[in-house]
């Protein structure tokens, strides 16, 4: 006996990104790059969590400083490689240069 089929359609917006970003802890500018990367994956560019929340508001061509807790930043590990103490608050200038939409779309059937 053949059972009708719920076929289900998930659209997914992501947005490649391009930026600049400064990062910066107690005066010091510990990081000064341009980077492209899919939002949502930022942590695989060294992305912290902070400003990737922040670029979800933004426009392309927008600049603005970032303050970033501890909680959306390194945590209480820090940052050896940086040279940022556990528990650190940092500050960004970021600017979007650049995004592009993209719309994937899943079809997932049931029987």
Known sequence: ML?????????????????HIVGMCEGRTF???????????????????GVEMALRKFHRGEKSRLKVG????????????????????????????QFVRVIFSQFICLF
């Open 31 to 49: 990081e000064d790059r341009d980077v492209t990367f899919i939002m949502g994956c930022g942590s695989e560019d060294a992305i912290v969590p």
């Open 70 to 97: 501890a909680n959306y930043g390194y945590g209480s590990d820090g940052c050896p490689a940086y040279n940022i103490a556990p528990g650190a608050e940092l500050t960004y200038e970021v600017e979007m240069r």
């Open 3 to 19: 059972r009708p089929a719920c076929c289900l359609v998930y659209h997914t917006l992501m947005r490649d990104v391009a930026v």
